[in-house]
């Protein structure tokens, strides 16, 4: 393991992973998702991981910055000092290992509020154990599914598994994996009373799914007060 392999972060090319994550942070900042240090993005090239390290104000984030990991072999090739390792690495490996290219992490308040709303449906003898929604237009921004072509359609009912929060991050790993397995189709899974992990194939389809659900969450926020129902 080294400390330094600078080479491995620092580019002029704007579409490489480290510049990616840098500017992805600092527009999630804007959005509500990164607030305090949390949250967080993975990308995957090749056989390399490139991950944001966690404690460190994302709207501040430098490629330097960046720890870089091997796929195969689970190993740092690069752990930057003075900066700790992401305490979301094993999910995002989680979705890696799913074929993703890209994992967002984020503490939005809409996916917060929605894991209430359902968790309070859930304990009043009701409610689905994930959250679902349908006949909105932005659903059309979702992926139908790992095996399937193109994405959700209008009257098609998206459904978001949710698993329980814990205190450590990695903790979560196992039941995001079973949540995995239990939606196949699936590319984002909720976390109660904490946020959302959401995947893609690449960086541009994980940033429309993170945006068009995180859309949905707070449309379904607004609806709930409304008296309106989620699924028609």
């Known amino acids: 393991m080294s400390s330094n392999h600078h080479d491995l972060v620092l580019s002029d090319d704007p579409q490489h992973p480290a510049n990616l994550i840098c500017e992805l942070c600092r527009k999630f900042y804007t ?18 991981i490139f991950i944001a390290p966690s404690g460190v104000q994302k709207e501040l984030l430098q490629p330097q910055d960046i720890f870089v990991l091997d796929y195969g072999t689970r190993e740092y ?3 930057p000092a003075q900066l700790k390792p992401s305490a979301c690495t094993l999910l995002f490996l989680a979705a890696f290992d799913q074929g993703a290219g890209c994992c967002i992490h984020t503490h939005s308040q809409w996916a917060v509020l929605v894991t209430l709303l359902v968790e309070k449906e859930r304990w009043s003898g009701g409610g689905p154990a994930c959250f679902e929604i349908n006949q909105i237009e932005q659903i059309k921004g979702i992926p139908r599914g790992r095996e399937q072509r193109g ?18 991050e990695e903790d979560l790993t196992s039941s995001l994996e079973a949540a995995m397995k239990a939606y196949p189709d699936t590319y984002a899974v909720l976390v109660r009373r904490h946020g959302i992990y959401v995947w893609g194939e690449n960086v541009h389809k994980a940033k429309t799914q993170a945006e068009s659900l995180d859309y949905l969450f707070q449309l379904a926020v607004e609806m709930r007060k409304l008296g309106l129902p989620w699924v028609t």
Request: hydrophobic share 30%; proline share 3%.
């Open 77 to 79: 090739l690069r752990r």
């Open 31 to 48: 959005l509500g998702w990164v607030t305090g240090t949390g949250g967080g993005t993975s990308i995957r090239q090749g056989e390399h």
């Open 151 to 168: 994405n959700l359609g209008y009257h098609d009912t998206l459904r978001v598994p949710i698993i329980d929060n814990t205190a450590q």
